[in-house]
């Protein structure tokens, strides 16, 4: 649970810059490829010297068949020159910094004839085609209009997003009828904007769901009971220094939201176990069954079931029916909308708070 704390905390501060780890991007791509043959793909939160989305995208390029790479950030980089460095000059780099800007790639060829794509022909193209690198008029929000018109000209938009806009975001992807791929907290799922998506087979989940590790600026605030000499205790409250300096949050629930079609999405869950009332207790004013484990769902109970939100996950539409979503945290918030407590061995409202439930129901085979 900490990550969770960790990342409602963040949200609160709008400290929304966690850059994206180059492992987990190849790790959840991986699963995508064919679904870019001959697109151009646009990550809109993404300095193109600093993101590992960029960097996978351009060492990618010819593999994936690409037609076309754009990038545009907002500002300046936060954790500038520290991901993905293209350029060894100080002065370069601080004036590349004061400003937004965007990067347009075409093709990707090898130009140092080493017989590989690397970041030294990625380099050559930026310092060398001056039609690839320009400075955006306005601070490159992925809102501003000239983002927008960049937005109309992609077909697939891959990158990690800040999490206090989240819900704008994917509002503006589906506004503009775009596939994309994208990073973000697994409790966004409970999010009325985002679960009449789900529900409706517009947006779904990728393959990684779980606690992720992020680069986040050194800016970021600490609290003071948090010493930075003593790492197993940052560890312990989702924080690590590595031996560079670099400071990384630990976040729990992190998954990947798209509406790109993926094997797992079609996978049905093994149902084993049989419905019992004892075991299966239902809520309080609303008829449906509490299950606090995924693996745990009845096979032979019809009705409604409240699920951990970490099922859709392994949701396969086939499967089950996605009814609504259900917000168990605030025991005060349940009280004065008269749903969702479960009642002692007594019959009597416990007061223990739950977790955000999802109610399914699984359908006829």
């Not at 060398?128 to 992925?142: A, H, I, S, Y």
């Not at 009449?196 to 800016?219: A, R």
Request: hydrophobic fraction near 35%; charge should be negative.
């Amino acid at each position: 649970m900490a990550g969770n704390k960790n990342l409602h905390a963040a949200n609160k501060a709008k400290q929304d810059e966690f850059y994206t780890q180059l492992g987990d991007i190849e790790n959840e791509l991986r699963h995508y490829r064919k679904h870019f043959q001959g697109k151009t793909v646009f990550c809109n939160c993404d300095d193109p010297y600093e993101s590992n989305f960029f960097k996978y995208f351009a060492m990618n390029f010819n593999q994936l068949g690409l037609k076309k790479l754009i990038a545009t950030c907002y500002d300046g980089s936060p954790v500038a020159s520290s991901q993905l460095s293209l350029f060894d000059n100080e002065e370069e780099k601080t004036e590349r910094t004061r400003v937004p800007h965007k990067i347009v790639i075409n093709e990707v060829t090898d130009v140092n004839g080493d017989g590989a794509i690397d970041l030294a022909d990625v380099e050559w193209l930026i310092k060398n085609d001056k039609n690839v690198l320009t400075r955006l008029e306005g601070n490159g929000d992925f809102r501003s209009d000239e983002c927008v018109e960049l937005l109309k000209e992609a077909d697939i938009v891959v990158t990690n997003p800040p999490f206090s806009l989240f819900r704008e975001y994917i509002a503006q992807l589906i506004e503009y009828k775009k596939q994309f791929l994208i990073v973000g907290n697994q409790n966004a799922i409970t999010y009325k904007e985002v679960f009449k998506l789900i529900k409706s087979n517009e947006v779904w989940m990728g393959y990684k769901c779980g606690h992720t590790l992020f680069e986040v600026p050194q800016s970021y605030s600490i609290p003071d009971f948090y010493d930075k000499t003593d790492k197993s205790k940052l560890r312990s409250n989702g924080y690590i220094v590595d031996e560079n300096g670099k400071l990384w949050r630990n976040l729990g629930n992190i998954c990947w939201f798209t509406n790109l079609d993926h094997k797992k999405r079609h996978e049905f869950l093994d149902l084993f176990k049989h419905y019992t009332p004892e075991d299966y207790p239902k809520y309080d004013n609303y008829d449906a069954i509490n299950c606090d484990l995924v693996v745990n769902i009845p096979d032979d109970y019809d009705g409604v079931i409240g699920v951990p939100i970490s099922f859709l996950d392994k949701y396969n539409p086939e499967q089950f029916e996605l009814l609504d979503a259900r917000d168990f945290t605030n025991v005060e918030r349940l009280k004065n909308k008269q749903y969702g407590l479960i009642k002692d061995a007594d019959g009597a409202i416990n007061g223990k708070p739950k977790y955000a439930r999802i109610l399914i129901r699984k359908k006829s085979n």
